[in-house]
């Protein structure tokens, strides 16, 4: 199978997109970096082939639809996604090989609470006439790429470390690895024929239940039955508990994740206090800058400024006032002298005041009078002395402070300046915080971390049933054996009973044989993916055993452990003694073996393939990629591909960019024309940039973009 | 600063011509807005007394404004509010100047007509100053009192 074309429309942020896969060369990349779509194409191209079951935790309460749908457009979103395919078939007895071309197109409606109706799935062989409609299209798809090799064949980079990494439990991380193992092997058949034995066996039993001579073989039988019974209902139990555990793995990986991804962008509630705390900051410079302008419109109504544009004009009027002052017409002063003198009893002449003498009575009475004729003096006069009085300040300040307004003038120019600096740099900052508070998943690292603890708490709980139920079985299984021993031996002192003796060995041995052989293929084909893996790693890290390399292989164990040897066959833990990009390449080269020895001729879809790795591993992982595979669709970052321009150059089919219009301005420099939140495709390849794609690559460590 | 003073123009309007009545809602806080940067004047008294001010200091022809319509915007009582009754001695000290005669100062709505007057002429030129540059009117103003008081004061 090849992928040739795949089409989404409202399928969560791709509101139409198409994508276009390399046919004639084996690889295609899709360069986009984080919250690009890289998850959503991988999640819908596996909706369209598997349905719901692809989705996260089966599509229980997983909307499809674009979160920014715009209701006004309808209540019923239509949602698909069509994936173009071709397959080699080969014809009977050697015709040769012949290709055909598909069109699966899965669609139906969602209502905006995320409620599915009408889904339907629809496969069309496309043919020189037209397109043929396919009956049962899921059992086509079955057989075309097995739904058990889903995930081997669509693989997340990171998840797929789950086979190694110690924070997957040892007993989930060999379940992983024997269903996968398994699941190549499509070994359907022996499955069902041990089922049937089972049934054959549990008849028999019945059988010689009902013939019965002296009861104890009745009664063994029945213990046995019961046995049987209870073995059933703890195997069902333990498959929802395996089941129930798996998904509950699955959840925490991704929460796990979600923690990761926002811890890297930073904790929404550490930012929600730098936000607040800035905002508190840039509403202070608001108010002081509000306060300068204030106190800077007063400049306009101030008595420095009249001091300063009047100097000339109140020099001249004040001068003509002065000179009133020195030919003595302001101010009068001789009131208060005369009035002086009349409190005393002489003159300031000399002369007595004495009102006991004539004398001094008669001067006293001439100075009253000269008192009372001042008093009536004109009216201009008494105003003239109170404006020559009243403005002396203002002539004195006029002189000394001509230039104060402009002192003034510049300190409140100043103060503002730098106020005014404070305020855009604390105005950016906000701006950078609250871009960042966008792209911050909407959750917080505490509740996401209460719900992990949560599930990890109820995984501890469901894996000590299993373990209780798992210990049970084995007694069962024991017990089975003692009360089939006893029964046989009941059986074999009757002579009817030799007969149903006779039967239940025969299907006694073919439930060993079926079982051996079960277990026989899977540990042959768990030794070849062995081999591939091995083979696949070595030439990955670039390690050559003979020349004394420190890692010298990689296998998989009979207990389905990926194991990994240093020289003198001393066992490695990948998890603590490969580097990271060694880590990689070992679950990347797990999943080329695997898909090497399906022989399903299928797409390796991978998101994030080349994470962590550098320099040569990185090169030479890219490289086996390709070699290894069928098709390999590769959804790539910039800093994955810086290194590898050149690989791609030459072995690139088809690369195209995605971009997230929601990611400008902090990380576009271009503001995309789309409104709605949504991935939008240009034709940029790994070495070019266009308007549409151009992205900020220097960001400073707390979010602000250099401009 | 002046102290508490006899205000002769307590009873007396300040006027300005109708065609300037745009300018005073423009660049008064008064007026049509509030921001502080477009309207740099508190209340219209000051872009009066702005006017009145430069004109004195520019030598403007006074506005005859008996030609003209007029609307009356306050009276001389509120310079004797917000201790701004310096502004008293200041229109005396004009009207004195103007008239090259201190016999003025018995006639207070004489001296309040020379500064409707003046203040006619001056606020055109402050408008101008308040338009004339590329920032928000209250640095261009600010900028060009900066240039005449330095530069004609030195």
Redesign the interface.
């Known amino acids: 199978m090849k992928l040739i074309r795949a089409q989404f429309k409202n399928f969560r942020l791709l509101h139409d997109l198409t994508l276009d896969f390399s046919t004639d060369k084996t690889l295609t990349v899709i360069r986009a970096e984080n919250e690009s779509g890289k998850t959503t194409i991988f999640t819908g191209l596996q909706w369209a082939l598997y349905g719901d079951d692809a989705l996260p935790q089966k599509g229980k309460e997983y909307r499809i639809h674009p979160i920014d749908w715009d209701a006004s457009d309808g209540t019923q979103i239509p949602i698909s996604v069509d994936v173009e395919f071709e397959i080699k078939r080969f014809g009977r007895r050697g015709s040769g090989e012949t290709k055909k071309q598909y069109r699966i197109i899965r669609a139906g409606h969602e209502t905006l609470n995320g409620h599915r109706n009408d889904v339907t799935v629809k496969l069309f062989e496309l043919t020189n006439r037209g397109s043929v409609p396919i009956e049962s299209p899921e059992a086509e798809i079955r057989d075309i790429l097995p739904r058990e090799l889903r995930e081997v064949f669509f693989t997340d980079g990171d998840r797929a470390l789950s086979f190694i990494e110690n924070v997957t439990p040892t007993r989930t991380k060999r379940a992983n690895i024997e269903k996968a193992i398994r699941s190549l092997l499509g070994l359907d058949v022996i499955e069902a024929a041990l089922g049937h034995v089972k049934k054959t066996t549990s008849a028999f039993n019945k059988d010689a239940k009902s013939f019965d001579s002296d009861k104890k073989v009745t009664q063994a039988a029945e213990k046995l039955e019961e046995v049987e019974t209870t073995s059933k209902r703890l195997k069902h139990n333990i498959g929802n508990y395996e089941s129930k555990i798996a998904e509950l793995e699955e959840n925490i990986q991704e929460i796990q994740k979600k923690i990761d991804a926002a811890l890297l962008k930073g904790n929404r509630e550490e930012l929600k206090l730098d936000i607040e705390e800035t905002e508190g900051e840039v509403e202070q410079l608001d108010k002081k800058l509000?306060d300068a302008?204030?106190e800077?419109?007063?400049?306009?109504?101030s008595?420095s400024?009249?001091h300063?544009?009047?100097?000339?004009?109140?020099k001249?009027?004040?001068g003509?006032?002065s000179e009133?002052h020195t030919q003595g017409k302001i101010p009068s002063a001789t009131i208060p002298v005369l009035e002086e003198c009349l409190i005393g009893t002489t003159c300031i002449c000399g002369e007595s005041l004495d009102l006991q003498t004539i004398e001094g009575k008669h001067r006293r009475e001439n100075i009253q009078a000269l008192i009372d004729e001042s008093r009536h003096a004109d009216?201009?006069q008494s105003?003239?002395t109170?404006?020559y009085y009243?403005?002396r300040?203002?002539q004195l300040d006029a002189i000394a402070n001509?230039?104060r307004?402009?002192a003034e003038?510049d300190k409140i120019?100043e103060e503002q300046g730098k106020l005014k600096s404070k305020r855009d740099e604390q105005g950016k900052k906000l701006k950078a915080l609250e871009a960042q508070a966008e792209l911050i998943p909407d959750s917080n690292i505490q509740k996401l971390r209460a719900t992990e603890k949560e599930l990890t708490s109820l995984w501890k709980h469901i894996s000590e049933n299993l373990t209780r139920a798992e210990a049970k079985l084995e007694g069962l299984t024991r017990e089975y054996k003692r009360l089939a021993a006893k029964r046989d031996n009941h059986l074999r002192q009757q002579r009817e009973g030799a007969r149903i003796l006779a039967r239940l060995d025969v299907a006694s041995d073919v439930q060993s044989l079926l079982e051996n052989s079960y277990d026989r293929i899977t540990n042959e084909e768990m030794r070849k993916v062995s081999r591939q893996m091995n083979e696949i790693f070595l030439k990955m890290i670039g390690a050559e055993p003979e020349q004394g390399a420190m890692i010298q292989k990689a296998e998989i164990s009979e207990n389905f452990d990926i194991l990994v040897y240093a020289p003198d066959n001393r066992e490695l833990n990948p998890e603590r003694d490969l580097n990271g990009a060694s880590r990689r390449a070992l679950t990347l080269a797990f999943i080329l073996a695997l898909t090497k020895v399906s022989g399903v001729d299928a797409p390796n879809v991978i998101d994030t393939p080349l994470g962590m790795m550098s320099g040569f591993v990185k090169q030479a992982v890219l490289k086996n990629a390709i070699r290894e595979s069928a098709q390999l669709i590769l959804f790539l970052t910039r800093t994955e591909i810086a290194d590898c321009e050149e690989i791609l150059d030459d072995e690139a089919g088809r690369v195209i960019t995605l971009t997230n219009s929601v990611h400008y301005p902090k990380m576009l420099v271009n503001k995309p024309q789309e409104k709605e939140r949504k991935i939008i495709r240009c034709e940029c390849h790994h070495r070019t940039e266009c308007r549409l794609c151009k992205r900020r690559i220097d960001v400073e460590e707390e979010g602000q973009p250099i401009s | 600063m002046a102290k508490q003073y006899h205000n002769p123009f307590s009873n007396i309007d300040l006027i300005y011509p109708t065609g300037q009545s745009d300018d005073y809602l423009l660049y008064c806080q008064t007026g049509k807005y509030k921001s502080i940067e477009r309207s740099p004047f508190p209340r219209m008294v000051d872009l009066w007394f702005a006017g009145l001010s430069i004109a004195a200091r520019k030598k403007l022809e006074p506005v005859d404004l008996s030609k003209r319509k007029t609307r009356h915007f306050n009276n001389g009582a509120i310079f004797s509010q917000n201790e701004d009754n310096w502004r008293i001695q200041i229109v005396m000290l004009i009207a004195i100047a103007v008239e090259d005669s201190v016999e003025i100062v018995n006639e207070p709505s004489r001296m309040m007509s020379i500064a409707n007057r003046l203040a006619a002429a001056g606020v055109p030129y402050i408008v101008d100053m308040l338009r004339d540059g590329n920032d928000e009117p209250i640095w261009n103003l600010s900028e060009a009192l900066r240039e005449i008081i330095h530069g004609e004061n030195t």
Do not use: C
């Open positions: 509000s302008a204030k800077h419109s007063r400049l306009f109504r008595l400024l009249s300063a544009l009047l100097a000339p004009v109140l001249k009027s004040l003509k006032l009133l009216a201009l105003k003239l109170e404006l009243g403005s300040n203002l001509d230039k307004w402009i003038y120019a």
